[in-house]
């Protein structure tokens, strides 16, 4: 049975390789989600979606950089006057960091790969009582060296540097590391999460949907059916039904 969709998270799309992934992860947990080109307009992310929640993924952009990705006129004010919980992923974070008044700078010898968050302090909103540290896959290419006001550290790299911050009163956070890539972690993340992002409202299932697009897929398969290449990925779609 598929109900209204009466909360969903919107995901602003900043080139990361990730995006799709973490998409996917927000449906997993019955969460309905929407991914929107990071340059979307204000209109397009608050009037035609009407957003619970907000991600800003990641990205190979610098936001100290001239003509670097940023958030529609408005957001942050409007992220505010809803109390929409942000979360901000690699780059998103970097853009919270440096859109409401800290520094972002670059690295030099960027950290990416696997590796451990540490000195997590008890009773933060984003993690709850986790505080043991967590292996987790670090893109840390630029650092957060200055946080905006407010904001708090909830994690840093073996070398020092600021990975995890939330904001405890305006409900944004951001992570210097990719969750969506561990299904466990981004997963335990969102459940943790869920009551303050949707505030308990019914959740998407999305089987009709699923179902709408793999009928609009098998079409544009019937169309390129002459080339060879395509007969193996519709002989999987047809497994689906």
């Given at each position: 049975?598929?109900?209204?969709?009466?909360?969903q998270?919107?995901?602003?799309d900043?080139?990361s390789?990730y995006?799709?992934?973490?998409t996917r992860?927000?449906?997993?947990?019955?969460?309905?989600?929407?991914?929107?080109?990071?340059?979307?307009?204000?209109?397009?992310?608050f009037e035609e979606?009407?957003p619970?929640?907000i991600?800003?993924?990641?990205g190979?952009?610098?936001?100290?950089?001239?003509?670097?990705?940023s958030?529609?006129?408005g957001?942050?004010e409007e992220?505010?006057?809803?109390?929409i919980?942000?979360?901000g992923?690699c780059?998103?974070?970097?853009l919270?960091v440096?859109?409401?008044?800290g520094?972002?700078?670059?690295?030099?010898?960027g950290?990416f790969?696997r590796?451990?968050?540490?000195?997590i302090?008890?009773?933060?909103?984003?993690f709850?009582e986790?505080?043991?540290?967590q292996?987790?896959?670090?893109?840390?290419?630029?650092?957060a060296?200055?946080l905006p006001?407010?904001?708090k550290?909830?994690?840093?790299?073996e070398?020092?540097c600021?990975v995890?911050?939330?904001?405890?009163?305006?409900?944004l956070?951001?992570?210097?590391?990719?969750?969506?890539?561990?299904?466990?972690k981004?997963?335990?993340?969102?459940?943790?999460r869920?009551d303050r992002l949707i505030?308990?409202r019914?959740?998407?299932k999305?089987e009709?949907?699923v179902?709408k697009h793999?009928?609009?897929?098998?079409?544009?398969?019937a169309?390129?059916?002459k080339?060879?290449?395509?007969?193996?990925?519709k002989n999987?779609?047809?497994?689906?039904?």
């Amino acid at each position: 049975m598929t109900h209204a969709v009466t909360s969903q998270v919107v995901i602003l799309d900043y080139g990361s390789q990730y995006t799709q992934l973490i998409t996917r992860r927000v449906r997993e947990v019955e969460v309905y989600s929407v991914l929107l080109p990071g340059d979307a307009s204000f209109k397009r992310v608050f009037e035609e979606n009407d957003p619970t929640a907000i991600i800003l993924s990641g990205g190979p952009n610098s936001v100290h950089v001239k003509g670097a990705p940023s958030v529609p006129d408005g957001f942050w004010e409007e992220c505010e006057k809803r109390q929409i919980p942000v979360l901000g992923i690699c780059y998103g974070m970097q853009l919270i960091v440096h859109c409401l008044g800290g520094k972002v700078e670059g690295l030099g010898k960027g950290e990416f790969g696997r590796m451990p968050v540490v000195d997590i302090p008890t009773h933060t909103i984003l993690f709850g009582e986790a505080i043991e540290p967590q292996n987790v896959w670090m893109s840390l290419g630029d650092e957060a060296t200055v946080l905006p006001e407010w904001f708090k550290c909830i994690g840093r790299c073996e070398k020092g540097c600021v990975v995890a911050i939330e904001h405890e009163t305006k409900n944004l956070y951001g992570l210097q590391y990719h969750p969506e890539i561990t299904y466990e972690k981004m997963i335990s993340l969102i459940q943790f999460r869920k009551d303050r992002l949707i505030e308990n409202r019914k959740v998407f299932k999305d089987e009709e949907e699923v179902n709408k697009h793999i009928s609009t897929i098998k079409k544009e398969i019937a169309v390129a059916s002459k080339d060879k290449r395509m007969v193996e990925l519709k002989n999987w779609l047809g497994q689906l039904n």
